[in-house]
């Protein structure tokens, strides 16, 4: 635990034992809890990320065409 004070501007600065334990890289996410703060670090590149998160075993445009008919109500949700 860390009590830090605000500077004339508002801002903290977070301990670096802090920002390196949790892995606080130059964005975070801060949240209003009600009375106090969540503080959530964000990856510096988000789609590092997601790399291989996602696959994919159908061509984009077959997925996008799927996505139009699906869109006008014409189309049937394949797998």
Same mark, same amino acid.
């Given at each position: 635990?860390?009590?830090?004070? !605000?500077?004339? #501007?508002?801002?903290?600065? $977070?301990? #670096?034992?802090?920002? =390196?334990? $949790?892995?606080i890289?130059r964005?975070?996410?801060? $949240?209003? @809890?009600?009375?106090? !703060? #969540? ?6 590149d988000?789609? =590092?990320?997601?790399?291989? +998160? ?10 996008r065409?799927?996505? =139009?008919?699906? @869109?006008?109500? +014409?189309g049937?949700?394949?797998?």
């Amino acid at each position: 635990m860390s009590i830090v004070e !605000l500077d004339r #501007k508002g801002r903290l600065i $977070l301990p #670096k034992k802090m920002r =390196e334990s $949790l892995g606080i890289g130059r964005k975070v996410l801060i $949240l209003n @809890a009600g009375d106090h !703060l #969540k503080v959530i670090p964000l990856p510096s590149d988000p789609f =590092e990320v997601l790399e291989g +998160t996602l696959s994919l075993n159908k061509p984009f445009k077959e997925l996008r065409k799927q996505a =139009e008919l699906m @869109a006008e109500g +014409t189309g049937e949700e394949r797998s």
